[in-house]
């Protein structure tokens, strides 16, 4: 067989789809593949009675890099949506991220930012936490025990399937605590959800090119290396390597999504139910991530967060010592392979939001030059 190509791209997420419409543009010949029936890879949104829905989980856009939003906004428009989600815990409601609203619901003797502050150091005192070993540590540290029990402890014991104390401290490091009145959940400078959903940002960076949907990677290895020169591989590194060092351990979603015939169902995009004992970790309304829905019906997705095992959906991958030295010998393998080139949060093994895939993506199809 002769080689056709010059890069088989694995993979039509966010990663491979960028390499794909860039290389095209630079006049490289480009196979992509994916092994579902659709594009998009998990930004895939599907249009269901007039509603955008995020298949595989919210996928909420913030970055602060000027460039990466540029670029994002030559596909599509954005809105102006600023992601406030709503804690729930048992039958209290919380505002989030931690923020002085939150703040002055949890202690009703708590008007302004000193009171607060000194309530949190007050609280946190008695625990004597110099330097944080784990999550729950860190959370202590940062918002003191009232908070961490009833906001973090239960949804972050879920979302990992693991206690807070058994946790790298760096996962909760994502979320601000302010001591302003300001309930948007990023810091980054833009923010929106692209007017008409992610599936169309993907379908315009592949115009053009040769898509095959449907199509397994590992079932079609053989052939498809020497069909193409060069391969950008977004799936799994470990899988790549026939998982030889045993299998990295990743968080899987399962998702519970229903129609409701009411116009509105909580009145938010997104509601975290943060005690353990409700099973699923939070509530996604689709209809709230846009405004001009007009829909009489909506759509609400129960995320159940799982433990992934080999044939599941990988979506976090869990970045603790262990699992990141094992894709320490797995990265050696990788940059052994001179012609395959491997990107996205799967590909890297890293809990990369979408700005930091656009990032990563330009940066490799910039080492390749003109
Ligand atoms: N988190 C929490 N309580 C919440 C929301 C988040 O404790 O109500 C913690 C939890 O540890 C989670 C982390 O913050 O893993 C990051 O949450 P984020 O919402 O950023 O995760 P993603 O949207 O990527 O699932």
Redesign the pocket.
């Known amino acids: 067989m002769k080689i056709k190509y010059d890069f088989l791209v694995v993979g039509t997420g966010l990663y491979g789809a960028i390499c794909a419409y860039e290389l095209n543009k630079k006049g490289y010949r480009c196979l992509v593949i994916d092994k579902r029936n659709h594009i998009a890879g998990n930004i895939y949104t599907k249009n269901e009675d007039g509603i955008n829905v995020h298949v595989y989980?919210?996928h909420?856009f913030h970055t602060s890099n000027r460039a990466v939003w540029e670029y994002i906004n030559q596909f599509s428009d954005f809105n102006n949506y600023i992601n406030s989600?709503v804690?729930r815990y048992k039958n209290e409601l919380y505002n989030?991220?931690f923020n002085m609203n939150t703040f002055s619901k949890l202690w009703n003797d708590v008007f302004t930012p000193d009171e607060a502050k000194n309530r949190i150091e007050e609280e946190k005192a008695a625990y004597h936490i110099d330097e944080p070993k784990n999550?729950e540590e860190q959370?202590i540290n940062l918002v003191g025990p009232t908070i961490y029990e009833k906001?973090?402890?239960g949804?972050?014991a879920k979302?990992?399937g693991r206690p807070?104390t058994e946790?790298p401290a760096f996962?909760?490091k994502?979320?601000p605590v302010r001591f302003i009145y300001d309930n948007n959940?990023f810091n980054d400078r833009y923010q929106g959800i692209p007017i008409g959903g992610y599936t169309k940002i993907i379908g315009k960076m592949l115009e053009g090119i040769e898509v095959r949907l449907n199509y397994d990677f590992f079932e079609h290895k053989e052939e498809l290396l020497k069909e193409a020169k060069e391969v950008i591989y977004t799936g799994p590194i470990d899988q790549f390597f026939d998982y030889k060092y045993g299998p990295l351990e990743y968080r899987s979603v399962r998702f519970e999504t229903e129609t409701l015939n009411m116009p509105n169902y909580q009145g938010n995009a997104v509601v975290?139910y943060?005690e353990y004992e409700v099973p699923y970790?939070?509530i996604i309304e689709h209809k709230h991530f846009e405004f001009d829905s007009t829909s009489p019906k909506t759509i609400i997705s129960r995320e159940y967060s799982s433990t992934w095992k080999v044939g599941d959906e990988p979506y976090?991958p869990v970045n603790n010592d262990r699992n990141n030295s094992l894709c320490e010998k797995y990265k050696e393998e990788a940059d052994k392979l001179t012609n395959v080139h491997f990107g996205g949060r799967l590909g890297q093994y890293k809990?990369y939001?979408m700005d930091k895939v656009i990032e990563k993506a330009l940066e490799f199809v910039s080492t390749l030059g003109n």
């Open positions: 989980g919210a909420i989600p804690a989030l991220p999550l959370a906001l973090i402890k949804y972050t979302q990992w807070c946790l996962i909760i994502r979320l959940y975290n943060t970790t939070r976090y809990y939001d």
